[in-house]
């Protein structure tokens, strides 16, 4: 059955990927699965009906038959699991890449989303200026032990991996910050990311939402 994903209606990063259900749409694209989009308003998702599906009101969904997902690193799970390509055979090496996603989602991401919190909903109170260098730090604490652990390697354990899906996904909200230039191998390892052929496929259909254009084959 082909499941249904939901993304925003009308992308406010002006589709630059940033949104999460990109991490649905480029697992589905490895995986080698297609897929249906429901675009919702920011209205519609605080509506019962969305809520129903997502107690929170937010994107992304999945709903596949009688299942009916929501939070990214969930759905990317399910959806490695399921099929290949996102998870190794291996299972201490498949225990390693969910091991990853956990880190990309609770030890990566939490200080990148207080970046964005301090910036732009936070901005213009006093304490603000002073807050925006802590919050910095903590940032590249974690990107200084990232660059470490990949090293030269091209992805985080091995073959490329649902982990190091969820992590160049974290990694890219960092572009406009300039925190990512201080670190050249793991900007390299967001655009190796960048360059395979899934990832390019699903940003190519979330950029033909706010286009309007119809992606190429
Ligand atoms: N933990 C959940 C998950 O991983 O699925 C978080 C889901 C979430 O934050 N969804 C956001 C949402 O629906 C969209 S992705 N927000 C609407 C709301 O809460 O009312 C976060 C996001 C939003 C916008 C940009 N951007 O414009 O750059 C980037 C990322």
């Known amino acids: 059955m082909t499941p249904t994903i939901t993304a925003f209606e009308s992308s406010p990063d002006r589709a630059q990927?940033?949104?999460?259900?990109?991490?649905?749409?480029?697992?589905?694209?490895e995986a080698g699965q297609p897929y249906e989009v429901r675009l919702v308003s920011f209205k519609a998702m605080k509506?019962?009906?969305?809520?129903?599906?997502?107690?929170?009101?937010q994107i992304p969904t999945y709903e596949e038959g009688e299942?009916?997902?929501?939070?990214?690193?969930a759905i990317v799970l399910h959806i490695a699991q399921r099929h290949a390509g996102l998870l190794p055979h291996d299972a201490n090496a498949r225990a390693r890449a969910v091991m990853w996603m956990f880190a990309a989602l609770n030890t990566v991401e939490p200080p990148i989303l207080?970046?964005?919190?301090?910036?732009?909903?936070?901005?213009?109170?006093?304490?603000?200026?002073?807050?925006?260098?802590?919050i910095k730090d903590r940032i590249r604490a974690r990107l200084d032990d990232l660059a470490?652990?990949?090293?030269?390697?091209?992805w985080?354990?091995?073959?490329?991996?649902?982990?190091?899906?969820?992590?160049?996904?974290?990694?890219?909200?960092?572009?406009?910050?300039?925190?990512?230039?201080?670190?050249?191998?793991?900007?390299?390892y967001v655009a190796r990311a960048e360059a395979?052929?899934?990832?390019?496929?699903?940003?190519?259909?979330?950029?033909a939402v706010f286009t309007g254009a119809h992606p190429a084959g």
Do not use: C, I
């Not at 259900?21 to 697992?27: E, F, G, L, N, P």
């Not at 207080?114 to 802590?134: H, M, N, V, Y």
């Open 47 to 57: 509506e019962p009906a969305h809520r129903a599906l997502h107690p929170f009101g």
């Open 67 to 73: 299942l009916a997902l929501f939070e990214s690193g």
């Open 156 to 188: 985080l354990d091995g073959a490329f991996s649902a982990g190091d899906l969820m992590m160049v996904h974290t990694l890219q909200r960092l572009k406009p910050s300039g925190l990512l230039d201080d670190y050249p191998n793991l900007a390299a």
């Open 114 to 134: 207080e970046l964005q919190t301090a910036k732009f909903a936070e901005g213009d109170k006093p304490w603000s200026a002073e807050r925006l260098p802590l």
């Open 148 to 154: 470490v652990r990949l090293g030269d390697a091209d």
């Open 196 to 207: 395979r052929p899934a990832y390019r496929r699903a940003f190519a259909a979330q950029l």
């Open 17 to 29: 990927g940033l949104a999460r259900d990109m991490r649905v749409r480029w697992a589905l694209e």
